[in-house]
């Protein structure tokens, strides 16, 4: 058989050239961090402004805290995966990602864990939830979150109460409106509003092994009881005054229970179809 070998020869010499221009090209753009000195460092977190508790300043805080803070130093592959790895030990913080450019500059991006709701349960507990449902310990934060209060162990923050939390979240109305829950010794759920001196008694959380499952029904028992009492509020206490009740019950389908809001006299009760105004005494 004739082999043309300068045919051969040719492509042979044709794969190597381009084995070459790729491993040439890779090369160049892989930064290489040896002994290359940090000129500047830009450090990004994520809802910085919004319901986080983390800042650009706290995250420098931190590594010039543990001698990490690259600025002006020499770094290489090794301190950038030391800064992400000890970012990612700080209970704040959910992801970190750390890079360096050929010019010397250091990217710092922190993804960071967003407290939903803070508990300060009967037993003397205190801390914050966070939105997957992990306990965040307790520290000098300031944050306008839903506060929990009552009968709560960790394990039903975690699985009702934060599903209740996340909820009121989504719908604006809601989130804007109650400030405050409730736990009951029964597990019945009570809501504080922040307009109108009342607290309105929900009834009982659907009790799910499922996760899916609660959650989903937890979702339908909210939209349920909130939709019964947005109706309350703008056909019954827009007419006869936010003030006038200091407990609504809205735990039965086919009544609202209220109590009078009477200092200093026993208390009186009126019953209401869902969506009517009480009825004026």
Known sequence: MYVNWKKTAIVALDLVLAAYIVMAMT??????????????????????????????????????????????????????????STLEEHMLVKDAECYMTQDGLVGITVSQKLPMLRVKADNGEDYYIDDEGRIMSNGSYASDLIVATGNISNWYAQNYIQVVAKWISDHEL???????????????????????????????????????????????????????????????????????????????????????????????????????KAPQT
Do not use: M
């Open 27 to 84: 090369s160049f753009n892989k930064p290489d961090l040896s002994n290359r000195v940090c000129k500047k460092v830009s450090i990004t977190v994520a809802d910085s402004d919004s319901s986080g508790f983390l800042s650009a300043g706290e995250i420098k805080h931190i590594l010039t805290a543990k001698h990490l803070y690259p600025d002006g130093k020499s770094v290489d592959l090794a301190d950038l995966r030391k800064i992400e």
């Open 174 to 276: 809601w989130r804007n409106q109650i400030v405050q829950l409730n736990v009951l010794p029964d597990k019945s759920l009570e809501i504080v509003p922040r307009i109108g001196g009342h607290v309105v008694c929900l009834g009982q959380l659907p009790e799910r092994s499922d996760k899916v499952r609660r959650e989903r029904d937890i979702n339908q028992f909210l939209d349920t009881k909130l939709t019964r009492l947005d109706k309350f509020y703008r056909y019954g206490l827009n007419e006869i005054g936010w003030n006038k009740y200091s407990y609504i019950d809205i735990e039965f389908d086919n009544q609202i229970i209220c109590r009078k809001n009477k200092k200093g006299k026993d208390d009186d009760h009126e019953e209401t179809e869902a969506g009517e």
